[in-house]
């Protein structure tokens, strides 16, 4: 519970980088998991992408995966935090910093959802302007 108050407070997530990066592997370990399961409602928060990132640089590999296999998890209203998180500046550094470091089969997931993002919303917008020319031609 303190960890994502840290993380959340301007000085605090400097302190929990800091234990990231030169603190113990159970340390890493508890912020991780602490962290888990709050990416997609703090994926927009400065400190906390942050502390994601490191986690993302000094983290071991099953840490990692465990963050990048949850946010490209359905979180339940038909939406992937990866794609909720990319519409924000600090989200945005963390998918990037994810394609980076994920293995082989979890940048091509996580390059598969964008992709088919990218092509809803092309498909949604020539409908639209579709259906504007047809109500104009009315």
Request: proline fraction near 1%; hydrophobic fraction near 35%; aromatic fraction near 6%.
């Amino acid at each position: 519970g303190n960890v994502l108050s840290l993380v959340t407070d301007k000085y605090g997530s400097f302190v929990i980088e800091h234990v990231i990066e030169h603190g113990l592997l159970e340390d890493r370990e508890r912020i991780v998991r602490s962290l888990q399961g709050d990416i997609m409602k703090n994926g927009h928060h400065k400190g906390f992408c942050n502390v994601i990132n490191k986690c993302l640089i000094f983290g071991t590999t099953e840490q990692k995966n465990a963050l990048i296999d949850e946010v490209c998890t359905d979180n339940g209203f038909g939406r992937l935090p990866l794609l909720e998180m990319m519409k924000h500046r600090f989200g945005n550094t963390v998918v990037q910093k994810m394609l980076n470091v994920a293995d082989s089969a979890r940048r091509n997931k996580m390059m598969f959802a964008i992709k088919t993002a990218q092509l809803k919303n092309t498909k949604n917008r020539s409908s639209k302007s579709l259906s504007t020319v047809r109500g104009g031609a009315e």
